[in-house]
Each structure stands twice: as C-alpha cells, then as structure tokens.
Nanobody, 124 residues
C-alpha cells in the first residue's frame, strides 16, 4: 500500500503563490514518477504536471507551463508543486499521485495511488 498526503492548499488572491507538498510512504518513492492533477467543480480531473523518478525530467500541461514548477526530494519522499502567478481558473482540488513507472506520465491510467486532495482557491 502507498499513502500520499497533500498539504499546502488554501485561499490566495490572483497573482499570488502557493506551494503544495505531497508526502509519500509505503513504496519505494525514489523509483516512481509522480504527478499532480486537479479537478475543478463540475469538471473532470485533469493533468497538471509530472516528474520522473530522479527528477531529471518534467512535463506540464499547457495551462500551467511557465507558472508552475514540480520538484521532488527523494530523501524526504516528498513531491512539491510551486504555483506562481495564480489565476482564478486554477481553483480546484489538487491531487498528487504515484505512477507505476519511473518515467514521466501525463495520463491518469499510469497512476495507481492517489492522495485525498487539497483545495486551492484563487480569488479575483
């Protein structure tokens, strides 16, 4: 079993920043790619960012490219999502997930464990 616990969500004004954290336990974190997804009210969950097992490769959704940065600390079994220049359309519940593979993955089917989510609300 893998447990993922997100933190760092909250309410922020447009243009502000937040950093999300996701602490993992239960499986060798350092061999798995990690990802962040989000789900806005009334919408399907969508891909945000992914990072390879060692952190060398990252990939972002076009909607967040240049504003969000994914990173990881394998010694702490934690993955981060730094979110800058936030917009009201970034409002969503953000989920981290661990992939079955070590390479970057942008589709939900590649992920097998999910956190409970953390709410991010951006006011205009």
């Amino acid at each position: 079993q893998v447990q993922l616990v997100e933190s760092g969500g909250g309410l922020v004004q447009a243009g502000g920043s937040l950093r999300l954290s996701c602490a993992a336990s239960g499986r060798t974190f350092s061999t798995s790619a990690m990802g962040w997804f989000r789900q806005a009210p009334g919408k399907e969950r969508e891909f945000v960012a992914t990072i390879s097992w060692g952190g060398a490769r990252t990939y972002y959704a076009d909607s967040v490219k240049g504003r969000f940065t994914i990173s990881r600390d394998n010694a702490k079994s934690t993955v981060y999502l730094q979110m800058n220049s936030l917009k009201p359309e970034d409002t969503a519940v953000y989920y981290c997930a661990t992939a079955r593979y070590g390479t970057i993955q942008a589709v939900e089917a590649a992920y097998d464990y999910w956190g409970q989510g953390t709410q991010v609300t951006v006011s205009s």
